[in-house]
């Protein structure tokens, strides 16, 4: 079955040093990658995706994410963490096969400290 | 602009009771979208709207849920005899399609449903 893991159910990090939550997808074909944010009761909000093109993608609130082909990842990134990007966060896939379905991964805890 | 709005944001209900939740996509926006969020299953797509064509009701979890597009806007997810299991935060998105099928979508706040 395609799905995309989080292997990381948390992710501690203290405020100013990098972030980076990761993500890697078993799709066939090509895929569809996005990453979304969830505050506390908050639905979700959108920071980036990939669809073609280049494989570096930068997104809302200074996020960017990376495509790697070869290693069939999808991390997402920020140089300098705030106390503000704690939330949940998830990476998600859609197929030519399933097109308007996004299917996400089970998502990571971000943990920001002062 | 105003983004999905979804009503009500709670709602409890009864075993067995039937229930109705209400999403306003993005004024314009083609697509809508039903997800589920629970603890036990994660993030789940349910069904998906795209314009004047047939839904994709591949993610309905029984024929007791159902959904309706009217209009073109406004969409209503209904649950018919609700069982526990169906607590949940619904979760309502659309997208304009415009750049393609790939589009974003964005997200309303939900609706998270107890069942007692």
């Known amino acids: 079955a395609q799905s995309v893991a989080q292997p990381e159910d948390q992710v501690n990090v203290a405020e100013g040093n990098p972030l980076t939550v990761k993500c890697t997808y078993s799709v066939s074909g090509n895929p569809y990658l996005f990453w979304y944010v969830q505050y506390p009761n908050r639905g979700l909000q959108f920071l980036l995706k990939y669809i073609t093109g280049d494989n570096l993608v930068k997104g809302s609130y200074g996020f960017e994410a990376e495509f790697n082909k070869s290693q069939t990842s999808f991390h997402l990134k920020k140089p300098s963490a705030l106390v503000s990007d704690s939330a949940l966060y998830f990476c998600a896939f859609m197929t030519t096969d399933s097109w308007g379905k996004l299917q996400f991964g089970a998502g990571t805890q971000v943990v920001v400290t002062p | 602009g105003a983004g999905v709005s979804q009503s009500p944001s709670n709602k409890v209900t009864e075993k067995g009771k039937d229930v109705e939740l209400r999403c306003d996509p993005i004024s314009g926006h083609t697509a809508l979208y039903w997800y589920r969020q629970s603890l036990g299953q994660g993030l789940e797509f349910l069904i998906y709207f795209q314009g004047n064509s047939a839904p994709d009701k591949s993610g309905l979890p029984s024929d007791r849920f159902s959904a309706e597009r009217t209009g073109g806007s406004v969409s209503t997810l209904t649950i018919q005899r609700t069982q526990q299991e169906d607590s949940a935060v619904y979760l309502c998105?659309?997208?304009?399609?415009?750049?393609?099928?790939?589009?974003?979508?964005?997200f309303g706040p939900g609706t998270r449903l107890t069942v007692l």
């Open positions: 998105a659309s997208s304009s399609l415009a750049g393609g099928r790939t589009d974003t979508q964005y």
